[in-house]
């Protein structure tokens, strides 16, 4: 007998809905390493090889930095079949090689493709083979893929992650899913179900205060990214990130910029995947990316991010509720000028509604650290004296008494 059309029909309808993302994977934003900041289109396998060897013996690993992700100009043709491979030249161990080999460091590997036709630099995008390359994917060993939005004239953004989010599921490793949409499409809106992160913004570039034409698109400075968080901090929390891009730390920036730059991608809950080049690092660059009591304001179990609570003159003032009732504050001074001014704790009481979270200052007092020196600073009584370098960050964690 022949299986009714409807029954088909459900059968079908069961598979689909069936995928999903795979959860847990990031329930605290995603610590790692990727290419294109500094390395552009210019990755191979050796580079790849170093940089996984660096983040073990730099103590990035130990500091929680796992991902090691290629982005753009990897590939190769697509065999007969439509299958992937990597360049030959650039990778002539092949990618599973590379895999096994990152994994051989107690590492992860992360992978980049395009939901258009082609790459940004061009090269083969996932469109019309997602399933295949998830696949593929799968079997080399990776672990994450960001998954990029050039070259998709017509394509719906929604319906085209779904796609690879379901294609990643089916294809049965469980894959950090990485939505670099640019922020076009407010992923933040519809990305929770879909991936574990999503870009909010257009590309960063190496400076903290700038916006870089390029003609049809533009890059963006530290400070530009920030101001982006307006009206998306409700969005996050464990397994699911607004992403505000790889960072800049040790590209060429003043270390008091690297220094803010870091802070703030730390109070934002933003993934912190290095740029720079781990084989090559300042003791200054290591100090900032490996800063351990900052990194735990990003790793906080809360997943809470930031919000803006005020600004005094050019100085943001940026609170983010902790674990254990505790404050992260980050007094961001936007200027290339140094500042100097009083806090009052008491007249400053903190209200948080999305959290449901407060401090009254002066009902309760909190003991000060300072997370970059790691000196108390005395307490919540007394007004604070607050001095901060041009384009640098005072960031203060505050436990109850
Ligand atoms: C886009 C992305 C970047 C990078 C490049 C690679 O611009 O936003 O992060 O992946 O493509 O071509």
Redesign the pocket.
């Known amino acids: 007998m022949k299986t009714p059309f409807f029954l088909i029909l459900i059968f079908l309808n069961a598979e689909f809905t069936s995928a999903q993302k795979f959860d847990s994977l990031a329930l605290t934003p995603p610590m790692g390493w990727n290419s ?1 900041n500094h390395f552009g289109c210019n990755v191979n396998e050796q580079l790849i090889r170093e940089t996984a060897e660096a983040m073990v013996s730099s103590g990035m690993k130990d500091a929680g930095y796992v991902y090691v992700n290629i ?2 100009c990897w590939h190769g043709d697509r065999d007969s079949l439509g299958f992937i491979h990597p360049n030959s030249e650039r990778f002539p161990s092949g990618m599973k090689a590379l895999a096994d080999y990152i994994h051989s460091l107690g590492l992860k590997i992360g992978i ?1 493709s395009d939901a258009g036709w082609k ?3 061009g090269y083969p995008g996932s469109r019309g083979h997602e399933y295949q390359d998830a696949l593929q994917y799968a079997a080399w060993g990776i672990d994450y893929l ?1 998954y ?1 939005w ?1 070259n998709t004239d017509g394509l719906e953004a929604v319906g085209a992650y779904l796609t690879m989010r379901n294609a990643l599921y089916e294809a049965g490793r469980p894959i950090v899913f990485s939505l ?1 949409e ?1 922020g076009n499409d407010q992923p933040w809106e519809w990305g929770d179900t879909i991936g574990h992160l999503w ?1 909010i913004s257009g ?1 960063i570039d190496v400076c903290f205060d700038c916006k870089v034409d390029h003609g049809t698109w533009s890059s963006w400075g530290v400070l530009q990214i920030i101001d982006m968080h307006d009206g998306i901090r409700q969005y996050v929390g464990p397994d699911h990130w607004n992403d505000y ?2 960072m800049e730390v040790g590209n060429g920036m003043s270390t008091n910029e690297d220094r803010a730059h870091f802070s703030m991608w730390c109070m934002l809950a933003s993934p912190l995947i290095a740029g720079n080049d781990l084989r090559k690092m300042t003791p200054e660059t290591l100090e900032i990316l490996t800063k351990k009591e900052v990194i735990a304001v990003n790793q906080d179990p809360l997943g809470i991010s930031t919000f803006k609570y005020d600004a005094i003159g050019k100085t943001d003032v940026w609170i983010k509720p902790m674990s254990n009732n505790e404050w992260a504050v980050c007094f961001l001074n936007r200027s290339t000028e140094p500042v100097e001014f009083i806090f009052p704790w008491k007249e400053n009481p903190f209200n948080d509604k999305l959290s449901n979270r407060s401090a009254d200052f002066i009902t309760e007092e909190f003991s000060i650290k300072n997370l970059w020196t790691n000196k108390t600073e005395g307490t919540t009584k007394e007004p604070m004296e607050i001095k901060i370098p041009g384009h640098d960050v005072l960031l203060l964690e505050l436990s109850r008494k």
């Open positions: 294109w982005d753009d980049y790459t940004c630099a960001k990029d050039c670099c640019w870009r590309d891009d790889m």
